[in-house]
């Protein structure tokens, strides 16, 4: 069984379009990571919420709670930020995290 | 900025044999991590360790594996009779505080059982 899913698994964009990731999940949460792996297959935490809004500089990622859902948006994309996005939950029964397949991003200049 | 190291990058073992892989989480962090990512697979998560102890296991984490945090800086993961299954690529990370901070990754040890 998935607890997290992501959409879409594979995005190709040219460059400065705007780009969105999903991320739905069925368990319950106490916080939600947005991760960027990239191809050398180093991973860096982009942000972690458990509720609202957070910014930095062109990444933008929101939550639902209620709806168990999140987005991570990119502003003006550009080729830099090709990577594999990852969500992944921390469950609020434990210190469990469940990771999602990721979304393969490409941007094309 | 502090990172989090790992070493070795690549390690490759015969199967059966047993492997330590090495961890240095960033220095003020007190919340330690290990995942495994197997080739073209997402991220599993293996265990969670704060106060010399463990504090969440996955289902994988059986008792072919251990963690220890033997002298306060290093933190490392033990896998004996390594599998083929085992290959994948480990990675560490780090937490200030508690489980909701944002967690700091190191470039990751690729296993490889031959």
């Known amino acids: 069984k998935n607890e997290v899913e992501q959409s879409p698994q594979n995005l190709t964009a040219q460059e400065g379009e705007f780009i969105t990731i999903n991320c739905s999940y069925s368990v319950g949460i106490s916080a939600l990571h947005w991760l960027q792996q990239h191809p050398g297959g180093g991973i860096v935490s982009l942000f972690m919420l458990s509720s609202g809004k957070k910014k930095h500089g062109r990444l933008i990622a929101t939550i639902n709670i209620q709806e168990k859902h999140s987005s991570l948006h990119i502003t003006a994309s550009h080729p830099r930020d090709s990577a594999v996005y990852i969500c992944?939950?921390?469950?609020?029964?434990?210190?469990?995290?469940?990771f999602g397949t990721g979304t393969s991003l490409t941007v094309i200049p | 900025e502090p990172e989090v190291t790992q070493t070795p990058s690549h390690q490759v073992t015969q199967m059966g044999q047993e492997v330590i892989l090495r961890c240095v989480p960033i220095s003020n962090h007190l919340y330690f991590y290990w995942y495994r990512q197997i080739l073209g697979q997402k991220v599993e998560f293996l265990v969670s360790f704060y106060n010399n102890e463990i504090s969440e296991k996955s289902e994988i984490f059986d008792d072919q594996f251990s963690v220890e945090r033997p002298d306060g800086s290093n933190f490392t993961l033990k896998i004996r009779s390594t599998k083929l299954e085992d290959s994948a690529m480990y990675f560490c990370?780090?937490?200030?505080?508690?489980?909701?901070?944002?967690?700091?990754f190191g470039d990751g040890t690729r296993l490889s059982i031959l």
């Open positions: 990370a780090s937490s200030q505080v508690a489980g909701n901070q944002p967690q700091h």
């Open positions: 992944a939950v921390r469950s609020n029964t434990g210190n469990q995290f469940y």
